[in-house]
């Protein structure tokens, strides 16, 4: 168990990411008042504070960074053991590839079997302690599958509102936690519509993606694990599939939050951050690209990723600002090549990843035949889950 000065949260402020207006962190917040943008978690950085005190290597969870998290109580901690998944090399895909270091963190093994467990354990935690009774979600799957999870282990009613071409696993597994599920036609704007109208009274907590304050500091731990699990270096290259692109933003900001405290050498090289998105649903790689102005009118399609089908994400601009200030890009994959990455990933490695992560790879065999990645840098996919849940979409394609 960690001592109470590992455990007491140095949250004090939240702030608007457009015009960095403050906000109370202690109260129930959603978007900021000013911007309807997402409201951004402050911790006191300025008092030191080293690794050896604020990390309780006892814990196996994402729970191991507590003061850097906002939650203030432990009696509202809501967890599975999320976090603290395993980082692996990937040396036969590597030797076929002629790179030198070639990694891959496999966030498939957190509760839920998604990376979303990270997220909707802060979310609901937070919200628990905020006095919050039920929560509600549009979802492409597996943020619906986590969010079900946790409401079912803190006693909170849930409702989930996801596609109906959702994959039957996703489905299933929400209605196993107890959760009321609506399922809509279209992609996940659709359900966030609908999302709306189920909750015009207010009564539940909306924890849509960057609506809520607190699922980006659940994601923003797998920043602070990386650096951990590689002796508080970074990769030159980092791969993330980037549908809402929580994940994205909240590595970014866990990387700023070691720079301000000192975890990371002075003139350490930042990784490279690369979004990689779906060719049938591409919204940052259009107005990356100058296209399109914005997200705001952009049409999408399905794809087999069913996370990366989100055409208007609420957090395109910051999204865009991680992409700047790392000297990244963005990058669309089809469904085929997003296979073939799940194939040599499955085939040499032993590893059935998601789409997502499958995505990873095969944008990373683009970079590099294109000279954006060099063989010699150390690169990082960062695969977000497990294929299992995925068969729906995925069965009979396995040859292909």
């Not at 608007?16 to 403050?22: F, K, L, N």
């Not at 467990?117 to 599958?145: D, F, H, Q, Y």
């Not at 085939?347 to 095969?362: I, R």
Request: a neutral charge; hydrophobic letters at 40%; proline letters at 6%.
């Amino acid at each position: 168990m960690t001592t109470l000065e590992t455990t007491q949260s140095r949250l004090y402020a939240l702030h608007c990411a457009a015009c960095h207006a403050p906000h109370n962190a202690f109260t129930l917040q959603c978007v900021s008042d000013c911007c309807a943008q997402p409201l951004l978690a402050r911790y006191d950085l300025a008092e030191p504070i080293s690794r050896t005190e604020a990390i309780n290597p006892a814990d196996n969870s994402m729970w191991r960074y507590r003061a850097l998290l906002p939650l203030l109580d432990d009696a509202n901690l809501v967890t599975l053991g999320e976090g603290w998944t395993p980082l692996l090399a990937l040396p036969r895909l590597a030797a076929r590839h002629g790179l030198r270091s070639l990694l891959l963190k496999d966030e498939g093994q957190n509760p839920t079997g998604s990376f979303k467990a990270r997220g909707l354990s802060m979310a609901v935690s937070r919200a628990k302690e905020l006095g919050v009774t039920g929560c509600i979600i549009p979802t492409a799957g597996n943020a619906g599958v986590a969010l079900a999870a946790y409401c079912a282990r803190a006693g909170m009613r849930c409702v989930v509102v996801m596609p109906r071409h959702t994959p039957t696993a996703f489905k299933e597994e929400c209605y196993w936690y107890g959760a009321e599920v609506h399922l809509v036609d279209g992609l996940i704007n659709d359900c966030a519509a609908r999302v709306r109208e189920l909750n015009s009274a207010g009564e539940l907590l909306d924890v849509s993606t960057l609506k809520e304050p607190y699922r980006l500091e659940g994601k923003k731990t797998m920043g602070y694990e990386l650096a951990e699990q590689l002796s508080w270096t970074l990769p030159d290259v980092l791969l993330y599939p980037a549908g809402g692109g929580t994940g994205l933003i909240g590595i970014w900001k866990a990387i700023r939050e070691m720079q301000a405290l000192g975890w990371l050498p002075r003139h350490a090289k930042l990784p490279r951050m690369v979004a990689v998105q779906a060719a049938n649903c591409c919204p940052l790689v259009e107005t990356r690209a100058g296209r399109q102005p914005n997200c705001h009118a952009y049409v999408g399609q399905p794809s087999i990723a069913n996370g990366l089908a989100v055409p208007r994400p609420l957090g395109e601009a910051l999204m865009l600002q991680v992409l700047d200030e790392s000297n990244g890009s963005a990058v669309a994959v089809t469904d085929e090549q997003m296979l073939a990455g799940m194939r040599e990933l499955s085939h040499l490695e032993g590893l059935f990843v998601a789409p997502e992560g499958g995505a990873l790879w095969s944008a990373a065999l683009h970079l590099l035949h294109t000279g954006q990645i060099r063989p010699d840098e150390q690169i990082l996919l960062l695969n977000t889950g497990s294929a299992q849940k995925y068969l729906d979409n995925v069965l009979g394609r396995a040859n292909g």
